[in-house]
């Protein structure tokens, strides 16, 4: 069972460029969800889904998107790349209701 | 509007220490309370949630609702338990996503 898998792990972006992070689980959770990690933020969420076709922004939407086609799969899209936008990110999944998030490994992306 | 705090960046303890990492929280429902953690070049993974009531690696956590404050915390730390700990709020209603507070980094020296 591999749970939620990120890819890739590490990224380095130019300014302006785009990209996407990949993000699929294999345990039929509806619930999806990105997070951005910072030191001495915590966790900020980006956007999240609660079930095919349906997402909605969270905490820090600007600069990204998503889309949700499948239950498996919530890939997140950088347009434009800015130094802003360096971080690592996090995907994660759950059921619904007030459960344990499960989360992936990380990407790390930089932006020179 | 729901939010987390952990006030401490960083708690340095030694082997053998007593250990509290400190989460406040500020929800006006009833809230599910979890702490995660997240070892070196590793994923976040759970560690305790309130309503099971249990202790994990020799942690515990009690939900005081008057305090609203769900306080990690274990007697003796070792070295093992070095990590990046989150506490973590979901509400009720439509309020379920997770807010997480900035995280706690804990040194345990030898």
């Known amino acids: 069972n591999a749970g939620v898998t990120q890819t890739p792990k590490f990224r380095i972006l130019k300014i302006g460029q785009s990209m996407t992070l990949q993000c699929t689980q294999d345990m039929n959770h509806n619930y999806m969800y990105w997070y951005r990690q910072d030191p001495g933020m915590g966790l900020k969420l980006i956007y999240y889904s609660v079930g095919a076709g349906i997402t909605d922004k969270g905490e820090v939407p600007n600069g990204y998107n998503v889309s949700r086609s499948t239950t498996e799969d919530f890939p997140l899209r950088l347009e434009l790349a800015a130094p802003s936008q360096t971080s690592v990110y996090f995907c994660a999944s759950s059921y619904p209701g007030r459960t344990e998030a499960f989360f992936g490994q990380g990407t790390r992306l930089t932006v020179v | 509007a729901q939010r987390v705090t952990q006030p401490e960046k960083l708690l340095s303890v030694f082997k053998g220490a007593p250990v509290e990492l400190k989460c406040n929280y500020s929800?006006?429902?009833?809230?599910?309370l979890f702490w995660y953690v997240q070892y070196s070049r590793q994923r976040l993974q759970l560690l305790l949630r309130h309503i099971s009531r249990e202790s994990i690696k020799g942690f515990t956590a009690d939900l005081n609702k008057g305090e609203t404050s769900f306080h990690l915390k274990k007697p003796f730390a070792q070295e093992e338990d070095s990590a990046m700990y989150y506490c973590a709020l979901s509400g009720s209603g439509g309020s379920y996503i997770p807010t997480f507070g900035r995280g706690t980094s804990l040194i345990v020296h030898p």
């Open positions: 929800y006006s429902g009833s809230p599910e």
